[in-house]
């Protein structure tokens, strides 16, 4: 009885220790991206290339209107403020910020529902983003670019 309670229990135990655990969201997983949703809404970059979480603090809000609003903390302790206007034409992403300077590149762009992503490819970079409200703290403490001299900051997008 007592060898058969222990078979079962290793039997268990490797069960749970062979299942897959690969849900963090890169296109490795079982996510079904699609071409077709909505961009307008607030979103948190939550992958950047290969890292399964990223390090850098993006937020982005596309509005109904073709304008955007980027909320950038990258290589910095300041969050940065961009506005501009975006255009998508299928599923390419293309934007010129405020201030008449184009985006590094355009993007191709592609949605999941479950949780809601939207996931932007410019060759070989990827980045996926999450539906996610930008945090008030961040709206506030928010540098405008022309006020801030003391560092160089790069553009994300």
Request: with cysteine; aromatic share 12%; hydrophobic share 35%.
């Amino acid at each position: 009885m007592k060898i058969s309670k222990i078979f079962f229990a290793v039997i268990a135990l490797l069960a749970v220790a062979c299942t897959d655990n690969n849900n963090s969201g890169s296109t490795g997983d079982k996510t079904k991206w699609s071409n077709e949703g909505n961009i307008c809404g607030e979103w948190k970059l939550t992958q950047h290339g290969n890292d399964k979480e990223t390090e850098i603090g993006v937020y982005i809000s596309f509005n109904e209107n073709n304008t955007f609003e980027l909320y950038q903390r990258v290589y910095s302790v300041i969050w940065m403020h961009y506005t501009g206007t975006f255009n998508l034409d299928g599923t390419t992403l293309s934007g010129v910020y405020s201030d008449g300077k184009a985006w590094g590149s355009t993007y191709t762009i592609s949605y999941a529902d479950s949780p809601k992503r939207i996931r932007l490819v410019n060759g070989n970079e990827e980045a996926i983003y999450s539906e996610s409200e930008i945090p008030e703290y961040i709206v506030d403490e928010a540098q405008q670019p022309e006020n801030v001299r003391s560092v160089a900051i790069e553009r994300f997008l």
